[in-house]
């Protein structure tokens, strides 16, 4: 199978800007989780979706949303961009099943100028 | 609130010995406990997990570890390192209940290996 697929790899925007990264779930799961991945802050919770249904999310501004199509595959969107929002993200994907753990992509390193 | 721990943020070890990263939780009651590696600029990788049953776990990479509860600790073990163990390593907690994937994260241990 093949694993979790995020693109881009590597994004350079400026502030003021948006940007939408891409998620390709594992095949066959139902969950896709947004992790930002910081120096300072280490890694922290975004949102899940499960069935194109957010069920959680993380404590973030509004600038941060997401969603999930029906063949599970997601997006992140950040708006207005930050130098604060530099940071690599990270696409993780579940069957559904709790024990099983999270799967995650290389990630998208955000750079904001 | 609930939380994950991890004491050493930094562990330097010699080619060949063994080594203990630590890992303590916070949580109401026990919930699913796993550690992933991440080489860098890569992703995570699952390396074992635990939610019930025999409180010793194997992994993938020759990777193991034990879950106390009595100590609320869930510590990943190796009984010899190779070069390639390099990387940092993050235990994550998941509740037992509910229906959300939301992981606890610790803050990850950097290990370095000597030759």
């Known amino acids: 199978k093949a694993g979790v697929t995020q693109t881009p790899r590597y994004l350079i925007k400026t502030r003021g800007q948006q940007v939408t990264l891409s998620c390709s779930p594992i095949?066959?799961?139902?969950?896709v989780s947004w992790y930002q991945q910081t120096p300072g802050q280490g890694l922290q919770f975004l949102f899940e979706y499960f069935s194109e249904t957010q069920r959680n999310k993380g404590n973030f501004p509004g600038r941060f949303s997401g969603r999930q199509f029906s063949n599970s595959r997601s997006e992140m969107n950040v708006s207005t961009l930050e130098l604060g929002d530099s940071a690599l993200y990270l696409c993780?994907?579940?069957?559904?099943?709790?024990?099983?753990?999270?799967?995650f992509g290389s990630g998208t390193q955000l750079s904001v100028l | 609130a609930q939380s994950v721990t991890q004491p050493d943020i930094h562990i330097t070890v010699s080619e060949g010995a063994s080594l203990e990263l630590r890992c303590n939780y916070s949580y109401g009651a026990t919930p699913y406990l796993f550690w992933y590696v991440q080489s860098p600029g890569q992703g995570l990788q699952l390396l074992l997990k635990y939610f019930s049953g025999d409180t010793l776990v194997q992994g993938i990479k020759g990777f193991g570890a034990e879950f106390k509860r009595s100590q609320s600790s869930f510590n990943l073990r190796k009984p010899s390192v190779h070069w390639s163990d390099a990387a940092e390593y993050f235990c994550a907690a998941l509740n037992y209940g509910g229906a959300t994937n939301k992981l606890i994260f610790g803050t990850g241990t950097l290990l370095a290996v000597q030759p």
């Open positions: 095949s066959g799961h139902r969950s």
């Open positions: 993780a994907s579940s069957p559904g099943d709790r024990g099983t753990g999270l799967f």
